[in-house]
């Protein structure tokens, strides 16, 4: 079992920058693939990035490519989401999931979730 708690998200005004992180606990953080995926209301649920478990590998849609970096950092158990260039419509809840395997897009594939965290751009 794994445990993710998110935190970093706030308000931020459009071209600024946040940093979320996703801590974990339980089992072995380093053996998992993450990735963040994100809600606004009344939209379905969306992939943001993910990084395979050494931290090597990354993959973005192209909605955030070239302003979002995923990183993970096993030392410390910990993942995180460097957002730049915020646009008012990456306005979303951002939740972490980790996974076994390889990184992916998919939402179904991940077993473990953070409650999430509130981003929140205005224009």
């Known amino acids: 079992q794994v445990q993710l708690v998110e935190s970093g998200g706030g308000l931020v005004q459009a071209g600024g920058s946040l940093r979320l992180s996703c801590a974990a606990s339980?089992?072995?953080?380093?053996?998992?693939?993450m990735g963040w995926f994100r809600q606004a209301p009344g939209k379905e649920r969306e992939f943001v990035a993910a990084?395979?478990?050494?931290?090597?590998?990354?993959l973005y849609p192209a909605s955030v490519k070239g302003r979002f970096t995923i990183s993970k950092d096993n030392a410390k158990n910990t993942m995180y989401l460097q957002m730049n260039s915020l646009k008012p419509e990456d306005t979303a809840v951002y939740y972490c999931?980790?996974?076994?395997?390889?990184?992916?897009?998919?939402?179904?594939?991940?077993?473990?979730w953070g409650q999430g965290t509130q981003v929140t751009v205005s224009s």
């Open positions: 999931a980790g996974k076994s395997g390889s990184a992916s897009y998919y939402d179904y594939q991940y077993r473990y």
């Open positions: 339980g089992r072995t953080f380093s053996d998992y693939a």
């Open positions: 990084i395979n478990w050494s931290g090597g590998y990354t």
